[in-house]
């Protein structure tokens, strides 16, 4: 089992940023690739950025290329999201999540971590 544990949400300006951490535990972190997806109200839940076990090779949705960023730090067992130019479109609920193998946009992770929120006024 791994537990993922995410933080860093709240609320932001338009035009403003936000770095999520995603702390995980219970096994080697290094073992995981890792993703971001968020889901807003009323809405499915959407990929937006993963990145493999040693945070050589990332991929992120169209709508947050070039203002996001995905990185790791695998000594801390944490995954972040760099949010950056950020408007009221990227309000959602974010959450990581944490499987064995890198993918392109598939949500079918083993683990979740709870989610946090992110609300940006315009």
């Known amino acids: 089992q791994v537990q993922l544990v995410e933080s860093g949400g709240g609320l932001v300006q338009a035009g403003g940023s936000l770095r999520l951490s995603c702390a995980a535990s219970?096994?080697?972190?290094?073992?995981?690739?890792m993703g971001w997806f968020r889901q807003a109200p009323g809405k499915e839940r959407e990929f937006v950025a993963a990145?493999?076990?040693?945070?050589?090779?990332?991929y992120y949705a169209d709508s947050v290329k070039g203002r996001f960023t995905i990185s790791r730090d695998n000594a801390k067992g944490t995954v972040y999201l760099q949010m950056n130019r950020l408007t009221p479109e990227d309000t959602a609920v974010y959450f990581c999540?944490?499987?064995?193998?890198?993918?392109?946009?598939?949500?079918?992770?083993?683990?979740w971590g709870q989610g946090t929120q992110v609300t940006v006024s315009s």
């Open positions: 999540a944490g499987d064995r193998t890198f993918k392109l946009g598939s949500a079918k992770y083993l683990y």
């Open positions: 219970g096994r080697t972190f290094s073992d995981y690739a």
């Open positions: 990145i493999n076990w040693s945070g050589g090779n990332t």
